[in-house]
């Protein structure tokens, strides 16, 4: 039988759920770094069936034109971008399988949509019905007369809230090192690194009174010979990275994160320290590490192609010349800073680990850098601070979820451009404005910031595209402060 698989997303995301995606159709979510219309188009290549994606009325009227000069006998598979298949692998083996279908078949009637197998008269039905109450009508004759293949593949309904929000918890990819599930309203987190774990569950434990109003508490802390872990409560609230992405944060939900982040700073305890703690502790932090992670990413050959093409991209040194760059820049960062403290940090409270709804005012870390002890946890107080530089500022989630372009100027230089221009400007003067009215230095935020790029550059070897767009937000910051 010939077939041809539609993916109709023409439906946008209702307000509602608008928390991630406002003015955007269901396929262009982002879910685990991949739009959803690119989860279902890769589906599809993989059971060597061709998607065709139908986005607008214009599209469905040429769909239904060519429709109509097709045989009788032709099936057309129509999939709703408002519908996504709780099991993937059981997904991809019904397209497998559906070249071998004799009948129309109904898959999971969520109120008035549903996956449909129909044959090319009762596609150009179902295309042709302009109203919900009609297309429910259609769906629930057809189950009457068609093989119901609903117990075959569940799906979820991303119109409805509960829904949406239990299939997006999952969107932000672990570490390949971390085990994660969620069941029954909590969540459990394990890995072979025990250290880290027990770190993690700690964390929450040793914070005073004032910070924990910002954590989710953490319990069951177990261990055995291979492995270690905890539990928490899981949230079904969508972390900031996602909604940076899907252009979620106007204005007053950013000011709305910035009154809880900069509460969050204002809680962390405060230790008392002399200059030359404080300045050992930024060194620590911004420096060693740098130069560490950085010996290790030239050490892979992934780190070393990175150089060649930095070099022959137009930046001074390539990788080497970035280095030193940013080591002389926070040198003179710190040889300016006049803190005079340390503090019990999150450690890495970038927007993929903040949950946060602005509507609730509801704002959540999670996980932490992690301490057992309150002595381990102590950090030169701006790398939390830089750490969410990199995301409103920086752009960090953009390249994290491959929102962006690598190319060639005019003059053979690498350029990089995220996609809508990443982070829109009101965020970056809305945290720096911030910065400013707490006392922070934002030059030595912005330095921390460089070395958190280049620093991660050793951490993302297996996926070698973001490496370029790392390194070239890293010399763009350079850029920025070396020339104010």
């Avoid at 408002?82 to 071998?100: C, K, N, Q, S």
């Avoid at 672990?174 to 993690?200: I, P, Q, T, W």
């Amino acid at each position: 039988m010939t077939i041809e698989v539609v993916y109709d997303d023409r439906e946008a995301v209702p307000v509602a759920i608008g928390t991630i995606g406002r003015d955007v159709s269901f396929g262009k979510i982002v879910h685990r770094r991949k739009r959803l219309r690119d989860v279902v188009a890769d589906a599809a290549a993989r059971a060597n069936l061709t998607l065709r994606i139908v986005t607008s009325q214009d599209d469905r009227q040429r769909l239904v034109h060519d429709l109509a000069s097709r045989p009788a006998d032709h099936f057309v598979a129509r999939i709703p971008s408002t519908l996504m298949p709780a099991d993937p692998a059981r997904f991809e083996e019904i397209l497998r399988r559906l070249p071998y279908a004799l009948n129309a078949s109904v898959f999971h009637i969520a109120g008035d949509e549903a996956m449909t197998l129909l044959r090319r008269d009762e596609a150009l039905d179902l295309l042709n019905v302009t109203d919900g109450h009609g297309r429910r009508q259609f769906l629930l004759a057809l189950r009457d007369r068609a093989v119901d293949m609903a117990p075959v593949c569940a799906f979820y309904d991303l119109r409805d809230v509960s829904d949406f929000l239990a299939f997006m918890a999952g969107a932000t990819e672990a570490r390949h090192f971390n085990h994660l599930s969620n069941a029954h309203g909590v969540f459990h987190k394990s890995s072979r690194d025990k250290a880290k774990m027990r770190a993690e569950h700690d964390f929450f434990h040793i914070t005073p009174p004032a910070m924990k109003r910002f954590l989710i508490p953490t319990f069951d802390f177990h261990e055995d010979a291979d492995t270690a872990g905890y539990a928490m409560e899981a949230m079904r609230i969508p972390d900031g990275a996602l909604q940076i992405i899907h252009n979620s944060l106007d204005p007053a939900a950013t000011e709305s994160l910035l009154d809880c982040f900069f509460a969050f700073i204002d809680a962390r305890e405060r230790h008392t320290a002399d200059k030359a703690t404080v300045r050992a502790a930024g060194e620590r932090e911004m420096i060693t590490k740098l130069d560490h992670r950085l010996s290790l990413f030239m050490a892979m050959d992934a780190g070393q192609r990175t150089d060649r093409l930095l070099a022959d991209g137009g930046i001074p040194g390539g990788l080497g010349g970035l280095h030193e760059r940013a080591r002389a820049v926070i040198h003179g960062a710190l040889d300016a800073d006049t803190t005079d403290h340390l503090a019990l940090a999150h450690g890495d409270p970038c927007l993929s680990n903040i949950l946060f709804n602005a509507g609730l005012g509801l704002f959540r870390l999670i996980d932490p850098r992690g301490a057992s002890r309150i002595e381990d946890g102590l950090m030169h107080p701006v790398y939390d601070l830089a750490k969410l530089s990199h995301s409103l500022v920086g752009g960090y989630d953009f390249i994290n979820n491959g929102l962006f372009e690598c190319r060639l100027g005019t003059d053979m230089e690498l350029l990089l451009e995220l996609d809508g221009g990443g982070p829109p400007p009101f965020m970056r003067e809305a945290f720096m404005r911030r910065l400013v009215h707490a006392g922070w230095n934002p030059r030595l935020v912005r330095a921390c910031e460089a070395s958190l790029f280049l620093s991660m550059l050793p951490l993302h070897g297996d996926a070698p595209r973001k490496l370029p767009a790392f390194a070239l937000t890293a010399h763009a910051i350079l850029n920025e402060l070396e020339t104010a």
